[in-house]
Structures are given as C-alpha cells and as structure tokens.
C-alpha cells in the first residue's frame, strides 16, 4: 500500500494536518477494468469492475469508456483505482473532470453519501478562513463598532452640539506598528498581493477566463488572489513563490466550469483545498532552504537524470556530452507541473495523468 506522503511544514487549516495531506490510501496502479469473455454469445461480455469487489455489469461492445465512468461515478463506494485507469488513459471530458480531480486528489471522499457533508463543511471552514485571515481593517473596526450602541460610540452630538471622536480600539491605528495591529498586517500583506497580482495578470494572458478585462475575468482573478494570500498566510516559512499561480490556475478552471452550477459558485474554497492537497507533493521545490536537501529540486533533477539514463540512455549520453544538465531544460516542467510547456487544453489531459499516479504528483514518474 502506498500513501501520498504528507509535508509537515505544509499547514492546513483548523482541521488534523495528517488526514489532510495523506489523502488517500491507495494501491499500486494496475489493471482496474478486467473483460472477461462469456460463451453465451458473440455480442454479449461481462464486464468486472475494481479488483475483488465483485461488481459485474453486462455490456454491449459498442459500450465506451464514457459508460464506464459514468458507472464507477454512480457507485456507492467510489473505485479509486478504476477512475485512476481511466483517467489516466485520457477518457475524461468537461462534464466529469471536476469531480474526478477532487476525488484522485482525496478532496471528496469515496464514499458518494458523504459527499455533501463534506463539502458543506470545507466551503465553510474556507469562509471562516477568509474573515479571520483576510480582512480588511476598515470592516472589521466597523463590524466591531457595531457590537456597541450608537452613544458609546460617540455617533452623535453630544451635549454642546459637536461629534464625538471616533474610538480606536487597543491603540491599533493606521500607523500602528506592532505585530498584532491588523493595520501592520493589512499593509504587510499589500506587498505579497502586490506580487500575486502581478503574476496573476500574466497568467494565460490569451485566456480570456484568467487576463480579461471583464467583470468575470476580474471575479477569476480576485478569487484566485485569495486562495493564494490565505496559502501564504497559513504557510509563512513556504510563503509565496512566483510560479505558483500557474499550479492553481488549472484546478481553478477545471472547478469553476464545472456543469453543477452550485459547485461551480463554490469553486474558489474547493480550489483553495485541492490546491493544497497539489502542493503538498511539490512544496518542497518551492522551498530555496531545501533546494540541496534530499527533497529538494536538485535531488529530484538528479532522480529525473537517472530516469532518463535507464530509459534512454542515447538521449541521456548526447545531453551529457553537451553540457546540458536538467535544470536547464526540466526546472520548470518539475516546478510548474508542465503548466507553461503546452497548450492550456493540452495541461487538461496531462494533468488528468498526473493526478491518477498513486504516487502523488510527481513530473519525472509520469514522464517515464
């Protein structure tokens, strides 16, 4: 059996960090759809689905792989290793990719019947995170003026006709700068946003979706802010990295086109949860202080290296005799999951293959 390792220096929100970044136990990936012919007749075979649960359905040999998911999607108990097949193999389209994804990367459970509690309460932990971590201060200090009456507020004229000044709460100000002033936080945080904002316009500028100026556009740009600033708060020794923009930009699309409206309003807390789930396998190459540790980029660009020597070693040999190492030409597949190397519809299909490897996300695994 293997599990998705967990990062412990990777934070989760108010929920046990463990059950979050291990996901699921899964097993090794292996034939998931068995055919096993019957005598009764040439157009008649039955079709086993999932390993030992012996579920049998009879199928016609026009049956598609479509059919196949649509039925280990109604199942009660989800196949975990039959959708990663499937998946896998490309079999996957606009209709069902969103709950695919949330399912290989642990975020729904495999059990159907929990699906809706589960959801309940992630979009609104996420929506707790949000008014706790991302305030702004002028509507917090007016939500907390409104947990007291107008008069001791000084909201109106006193005795000799003048206003009242305005209270300030514990000495926190504008110009506070203490570490537990959320003015000093606020402004702290201007930078990363800052920083996000400028990578977020870059992100598939000729996607109207993520760099259009309509109010969408905007919608999509202002939510994916969010999921990234609540990342870097919740992860302040990781914080935030150029380049993780590109990482959420397709489980956002994939999540917020999702034909299930209801789910698709709710696209950004789901996103912001599988997001984390994704980075939980990468955060590492993000992380300078790791970058010669055995987790780090340099270790997996020589794991990468050491692949390719086994499975083409011709290849290999003409790269090393030009000097060409892989962090000039495989940094940024490994970092960037393969997000800048391909045409956006193409990043679709081959992260469906990254997100069925039971292994985790890992670029070099896939590749070979």
């Known amino acids: 059996m293997l599990l998705r390792r967990g990062k412990p220096h990777l934070k989760l929100p108010e929920k046990e960090e463990e059950e979050e970044l291990e996901m699921f136990q899964v097993a090794g990936r292996g ?5 096993h012919e019957e005598s009764s007749g040439p157009m008649t075979r039955f079709r086993r689905i999932g390993r030992g649960m012996g579920r049998l359905r009879e199928v016609s040999d026009d049956d598609t792989t479509t059919t196949e998911l649509e039925f280990e999607l109604s199942c009660k108990v989800i196949n975990l290793e039959a959708l990663q097949q499937i998946a896998c193999c490309g079999h996957l389209d606009g209709e069902s990719r969103a ?57 109106i004229m006193g005795v000799d006709g003048l206003l009242s000044r305005q209270k300030v709460f514990n000495g926190d100000h504008p110009l506070s700068l203490g570490n537990d002033s959320i003015w000093y936080r606020y402004f702290k945080d201007a930078e990363i946003v800052g920083q996000i904002d ?118 290999w040999r003409h790269l090393e005799n030009l000097k060409v190492n892989p962090q000039f030409y495989a940094f940024r597949w490994i970092t960037l999951l393969l997000t800048q190397e391909f045409e956006f519809h193409c990043i679709m299909r081959i992260w469906d293959c990254l997100l069925s490897n039971p292994l985790g996300v890992q670029i070099y695994e896939a590749i070979f």
């Open 198 to 315: 400028r990578d977020l316009e870059r992100t598939h500028p000729d996607i109207e979706f993520f760099s259009g100026d309509i109010s969408q556009s905007k919608r999509n740009r202002g939510a994916m802010r969010n999921i990234l600033l609540l990342f870097t708060k919740l992860n302040p020794a990781i914080g935030y990295v150029q380049g993780m923009n590109e990482v959420l930009a397709p489980l956002y699309y994939v999540l917020n086109t999702d034909p299930n409206e209801q789910n698709a309003s709710n696209a950004e807390a789901d996103s912001f949860f599988c997001f984390v789930r994704v980075m939980s396998d990468s955060v590492d190459h993000f992380c300078q202080q790791l970058d010669n540790s055995s987790v780090g980029i340099h270790s997996t660009l020589s794991r990468l290296s050491e692949l390719l020597k086994g499975n083409d070693e011709e290849l």
């Open 31 to 35: 034939p998931a759809v068995q055919r």
């Open 99 to 155: 709950t695919v994804w949330k399912l290989l990367l642990g975020y729904l459970p495999a059990e159907r019947d929990a699906w809706e509690g589960e959801l309940a309460n992630n979009r609104l932990r996420y929506a707790e995170l949000k008014e706790e971590l991302l305030v702004n201060p002028s509507e917090f200090l007016r939500k907390e003026d409104e947990t007291f009456s107008v008069s001791k507020q000084g909201r």
